[in-house]
């Protein structure tokens, strides 16, 4: 296990923003994907969106495209998600999970942050 | 988008008993691209099983995965008290990389 630790979760109203923060050691970073899933209040999980190892390619689902936009900062050996015109239904907690695959993106996720709780309401 | 239905929503056991967790997917599944996940409360979710069957390090042997095309089975041959959670299974061949509603594995 290698740590990963989510910061940056909120109380936030509907249309407003947020920007999650996901600290990473015990391996080297820039050579693996980095990805956010998110679990909804008594649902199951759902992949939000992953980038690569460089940072020059990344994935959403169509639920936050357009509206999240995920970076890294490979120097800070940091993951970020960019949340714009967050909805009620964003609400959810959202765990960082690092790529199984070393220089090539799987897509399955070998090592969880303990996560970060993301509440959108008025 | 590729639909995973796993079956049944709750699994009532008692340890030493085994479990029988399945997950069915929309389309096929190419190379067996299939993880299992156990997600206890509180703590994040755990990385199983990848590609169907190969488990991942430090996993104990009482899990096992199989299947192949769209169906597949999560094995726990002898359930401890430490595995009452709930099982994911998650196809990662297309994005969206789903993810199935999860099966309770309760005691």
């Known amino acids: 296990e290698v740590p990963l630790s989510e910061s940056g979760g909120d109380l936030v109203q509907p249309g407003g923003s947020l920007r999650l923060s996901c600290t990473a050691s015990?391996?080297?970073?820039?050579?693996?994907?980095m990805n956010w899933v998110r679990q909804v209040p008594g649902k199951g999980l759902e992949w939000v969106s992953g980038i690569s190892g460089s940072g020059a390619t990344t994935d959403y689902a169509d639920s936050v495209k357009g509206r999240f936009t995920i970076s890294r900062d490979n120097s800070k050996n940091t993951l970020f998600l960019q949340m714009n015109d967050l909805r009620v239904e964003d609400t959810a907690v959202y765990y960082c999970?690092?790529?199984?695959?070393?220089?090539?993106?799987?897509?399955?996720?070998?090592?969880w942050g303990q996560g970060t709780q993301v509440t959108v309401s008025s | 988008e590729i639909v995973l239905t796993q079956s049944p929503g709750t699994l009532s056991l008692s340890p030493g008993q085994s479990a029988t967790l399945s997950c069915r997917a929309s389309q096929y599944v190419t190379n067996n691209w299939l993880a299992w996940y156990q997600h206890r409360p509180g703590q994040p979710p755990r990385l199983l099983i990848y590609g169907a069957s190969s488990g991942a390090t430090g996993i104990p042997d009482r899990f096992s995965g199989s299947g192949s095309g769209t169906d597949f089975t999560l094995t726990i041959s002898r359930v401890e008290p430490e595995d009452f959670a709930v099982y994911y299974c998650q196809q990662y061949v297309s994005s969206p990389y789903t993810f199935g509603q999860g099966t309770k594995l309760e005691l």
């Open positions: 015990g391996f080297t970073f820039r050579n693996y994907g």
């Open positions: 999970a690092k790529d199984r695959g070393l220089w090539i993106q799987l897509w399955f996720f070998d090592n």
